[in-house]
């Protein structure tokens, strides 16, 4: 069975730093691009940062450039979020998602549809 496991999240108060984790199992990530969406209390789903398959493109949501980095080590068929500076506003269930289709090392997607793999998510609460 083709799944992700997130994992990593958790509280941190404003100004911290986390690191979350996007292990695959039961098929090789390292053939498509991933990318991290995020769900906040009461609002919509959104697509924050993508990495294509062979690591050489990344895109951040306006809302996180500059603070976050994604990242991927094949090997271990895992991919990484760092969060650092990090505001109330970004509280949310954070889930990794991979469109299954083989996209150039040039360019990953960071739009719900065509993603087909996803996590449960893991849970972000950034709170003093």
């Known amino acids: 069975q083709s799944q992700f496991v997130e994992s990593g999240g958790g509280l941190v108060q404003p100004g911290g730093s986390l690191t979350l984790s996007c292990a695959a199992s039961?098929?090789?990530?390292?053939?498509?691009?991933v990318a991290w969406f995020r769900q906040a209390p009461g609002k919509e789903r959104e697509g924050i940062s993508c990495?294509?398959?062979?690591?050489?493109?990344?895109n951040y949501a306006a809302s996180v450039k500059g603070r976050f980095t994604i990242s991927r080590d094949n090997a271990k068929n895992t991919v990484y979020l760092q969060m650092n500076s990090l505001k109330p506003e970004d509280t949310a269930v954070y889930y990794c998602?991979?469109?299954?289709?083989?996209?150039?090392?040039?360019?990953?997607?960071?739009?719900?549809?065509?993603?087909?793999?996803w996590g449960k998510g893991t849970l972000v609460t950034v709170s003093s």
């Open positions: 998602a991979v469109d299954p289709t083989v996209y150039p090392d040039t360019y990953c997607p960071l739009v719900e549809p065509g993603m087909d793999y």
């Open positions: 990495i294509s398959r062979g690591g050489t493109s990344r």
């Open positions: 039961g098929f090789r990530s390292d053939y498509y691009a």
